[in-house]
Nanobody, 119 residues
Framework: QLQLVESGGGLVQVGGSLTLSCTASGFTLDYYAVAWFRQAPGKEREGVSCISSEGNTNYAGPGKGRFTISRDAAKNTVYLQLNSLKPEDTATYFC?????????????WGKGTLVTVSS
């Protein structure tokens, strides 16, 4: 079964950090770009960051300068390091995979992990 599983979410105080993981099973991420999205209650889903199969990265506005995306081929996992968290970062974070490059043509999605930032 081909799937992505997110983990690492939780409750954190303002200014704190979390590391989210996106692990693939049933397929290798070597040939996939992986993007992180988030959706806050009552809001539309928004892109956060993406890493290509070659390791090129990009970041959307909300996480620029605070979030870092990385990948570990040996663990078949992509990470999203969240630093200097703010209450407005509270959301369910999803990862999604697409072939090779970050083009917005996602093929596989995880079910999400909840991040709650308390003030």
């Amino acid at each position: 079964q081909l799937q992505l599983v997110e983990s690492g979410g939780g409750l954190v105080q303002v200014g704190g950090s979390l590391t989210l993981s996106c692990t693939a099973s049933g397929f290798t991420l070597d040939y996939y770009a992986v993007a992180w999205f988030r959706q806050a209650p009552g809001k539309e889903r928004e892109g956060v960051s993406c890493i290509s199969s070659e390791g090129n990265t990009n970041y959307a506005g909300p996480g620029k300068g605070r979030f870092t995306i990385s990948r570990d081929a040996a663990k078949n996992t992509v990470y999203l390091q969240l630093n200097s968290l703010k209450p407005e970062d509270t959301a369910t974070y999803f990862c999604a995979a697409e072939v090779l490059y970050c083009r917005g043509d996602t093929k596989y999605w995880g079910k999400g992990t909840l991040v709650t930032v308390s003030s």
